[in-house]
């Protein structure tokens, strides 16, 4: 029997027999290769449908089935209409008919391949040939924006800045940013760098839809940096940085560049705006305590809780060291320390070690089995001064009576040991061994403002300021009592302050005044109009 080849089947499954290598692939003994369609039904369908993703059917292609393609979801947020294309030539003898909701708002004309749409709703276009068949395709339009995802918050350190970014895109989108609830002037671009500490808010808002936000918090580890404006260019500009490390080095280069002085303040003159850059030149890192290679200590003893006293010459942090823990057995469990921080007899902190896996039996002499411990989160000294570093009463380390000198166990510059906390042994210690010390900061180099800006709130002299373009004047500046503004403009004033809170509006008719009631501070003057903002200004309240 021949079997045409347009009738092999391929990946069909037959009866087959229920003897292992008995079966006869001969179409002729249908007993072993009749097709089996309860068998066969469940493959062809998931191939089918596997094909269908890998290598789906574009129907387009057969010219008289053509299908409306309206494109993806839209937002009508901020735009009067969007127009939907059906992608679908008209030749007046096929109709279009649109629907909102499944509403009919066009119906079967033969033109009316596009529409234009001014709501939120689901939209539908079928085309209809004569009534012999007809196809669809439908589209989302949404009345919101999208959510705002700046992402996780972050801890500026390496790199010195970060920029966020709002994510929401379209047509007559616009954009706010505000910093611990203060809305930031000028700041209405959809990213925002941040080089300070802070909650950083980003909005998006649009015509007709509610504005969506979304928070990130800024933490630093960075110095801080004092920025300031010159009024004209060629002036000079007093900067500074603040912070326990140093000394500080200021560039003009984020990385490498030529060294421009050294200290916590510099004074440049300046043209235009500029951004300086400082570098915390005191890093070290070094080793503090007896070393576990040659232990000078003696006379080993399970003694109970002796800490360390020591001395900060600056800022640093402990980020390892190697114990002998006082343990009896400890088979299938886990060592790790918990140490205590105090100064002055307070408690500053508590830092517990990543926990290692305990490898052996230490209730007597020799003690020679060390654990290096690890901190997660690093002991943080946080400036100069005198502390003590104490295991928990849960987390006993072994104590030696002799041998401590304490002349040979600093790190230089950095941590000075001067004793332990049993004050009864003149040169005992406890079993801390290799205390790595990180000393200032590791961190890139903190941009520091040079801005040229005369209409700077400092910038403001008393008496009457006219701003020539819009003829506004706003007098007195500072004032300790009320404000007077002038113009023959036919527009609005809103005051708000550093918070963002609006302190006052009302309309600009002539001559008006402000702010007896305000509280010492800077306030923002905003005058606009239907068309927009006309002009930002900046008070003084004494």
Not at 282 to 293: H, I, L, Q
Not at 386 to 397: F, I, K, Q, R, V
Request: hydrophobic share 35%; with cysteine.
């Amino acid at each position: 029997m021949t079997v045409p080849a347009k009738n092999t089947q391929f990946g069909g499954m037959v009866g087959g027999t229920r003897t292992p290598g008995s079966f006869s692939d001969n179409v002729v003994n249908y007993q072993h290769t009749e097709g089996g369609i309860d068998y066969n039904a469940c493959l062809v369908g998931t191939l089918a449908y596997i094909n269908s993703v890998l290598a789906p059917v574009d129907t387009n292609k057969f010219s008289a089935h053509k299908s409306p393609t309206l494109g993806s979801t839209q937002s009508i947020c901020g735009v009067a209409n969007i127009v939907l294309n059906s992608n679908i030539a008209t030749d007046g003898k096929k109709t279009f008919t649109w629907y909102k909701d499944n509403v009919v708002v066009v119906n079967a004309s033969t033109s009316a391949n596009t529409y234009t749409v001014t709501s939120a709703g689901t939209y539908k276009c079928v085309l209809d040939s004569a009534g012999k068949w007809n196809t669809q395709g439908s589209v989302i339009i949404t009345g919101t924006l999208a959510a705002v995802a700046m992402g996780n918050d972050v801890n500026l350190c390496n790199p010195a800045s970060t920029t966020l970014d709002i994510g929401v895109t379209g047509g007559g989108v616009t954009y706010q940013w505000k910093k611990d609830g203060a809305i930031i002037n000028g700041a209405v671009a959809q990213t925002y760098t941040v080089y300070t500490a802070g909650t950083y808010r980003g909005i998006a808002s649009a015509s007709g839809c509610t504005s969506v936000y979304d928070d990130v918090v800024i933490t630093s580890s960075l110095p801080t940096a004092i920025n300031d404006t010159a009024c004209s260019s060629g002036s000079q500009v007093n900067l500074g940085i603040t912070g326990s490390g140093g000394p500080y080095e200021w560039y003009t280069v984020a990385t490498n560049g030529t060294k421009l002085a050294t200290g916590t303040s510099y004074s440049p003159t300046i043209s235009t705006n500029t951004t300086y850059y400082v570098q915390d030149a005191g890093s070290v890192s070094a080793t503090a305590g007896p070393s576990s290679s040659s232990n000078p200590l003696t006379n080993p003893v399970n003694a109970g809780i002796v800490g360390i006293r020591f001395t900060a010459a600056k800022a640093f942090t402990i980020t390892q060291m190697k114990v002998l823990p006082f343990v009896y057995s400890c088979s299938g469990s886990n060592v790790s320390v918990t140490f205590t921080l105090k100064q002055s007899g307070s408690t500053i902190g508590t830092y517990s070690s990543t926990p290692v896996a305990c490898t052996g039996v230490q209730s007597a002499a020799p003690f020679n089995t060390y654990y290096t411990l690890n901190f997660a989160t690093p002991i943080a000294i946080p400036a100069a001064g005198s502390y003590e570093l104490t295991p928990s009463a849960g987390d006993p380390l072994v104590w030696f009576d002799s041998g401590a000198n304490f002349s040979t166990m600093d790190a230089s510059g950095v941590m000075d040991i001067t004793d332990d906390t049993r004050d009864d042994k003149a040169a005992s210690f406890p079993a801390m061994f290799d205390i790595k010390v990180q000393g200032g900061s590791t961190c890139a180099r903190t941009p520091v403002q040079a801005i040229v800006d005369a209409n700077s709130y400092k910038c403001i002299t008393t008496g009457v300021e006219t701003i020539a373009k819009n003829q506004i004047a706003l007098y007195p500046n500072p004032s300790n009592s009320t404000f007077n503004i002038q113009s023959a403009l036919n527009a609005k004033v809103k005051v708000i302050d550093n918070l963002g809170r609006v302190m006052t509006e009302f309309n600009l008719n002539g001559n008006s005044n402000f702010g007896d009631e305000f509280a010492a501070g800077i306030y923002h003057v905003i005058v606009y109009n239907d068309n927009g903002v006309v002009q930002t200004l900046n008070v003084v309240k004494e």
